[in-house]
């Protein structure tokens, strides 16, 4: 019997990474972890600097900005897609708060460097 975590990563691969090589699915395999949190828990928090990319599994997110002006609603990240690329990739601090709109399920994907947990 298959592991349900291998199911959803497995299911998320043929979402987002179709088209990749073999190497590179193996490699997302490896870096990634699956999470899930309730209605109104934060996933990450503006400013704050991780080594990590997330892409939704289940459910929604709710994206919002602190600026002078006060708290900013930006948009709903939907199944598929994903949270910190660009941050991930640069090095540099989440731009946004994520926050849990409902019951989410998420993939994590950490960096080789981490020492995160």
Do not use: W
């Not at 997330?54 to 459910?59: C, R, Y």
């Not at 910190?84 to 731009?95: A, C, F, H, K, M």
């Not at 926050?99 to 950490?110: D, M, Y």
């Amino acid at each position: 019997m298959q592991d349900p975590l291998d199911d959803t990563i497995e299911h998320l691969l043929t979402l987002r990474f179709a088209t990749a090589s073999q190497d590179a699915r193996r490699l997302f395999r490896r870096a990634a972890s699956i999470r899930r949190y309730g209605p109104g828990d934060v996933l990450c928090t503006q400013g704050q600097r991780e080594e990590r990319f997330a892409i939704v599994v289940d459910g929604q997110l709710e994206i919002y900005m602190d600026e002078d002006r006060g708290r900013t609603f930006v948009a709903t990240l939907d199944r598929g897609e994903s949270l910190g690329g660009l941050e991930y990739v640069t090095g540099s601090p989440r731009i946004a708060d994520a926050v849990a709109s409902g019951s989410v399920t998420f993939s994590n994907c950490r960096s080789k460097h981490s020492t995160r947990s």
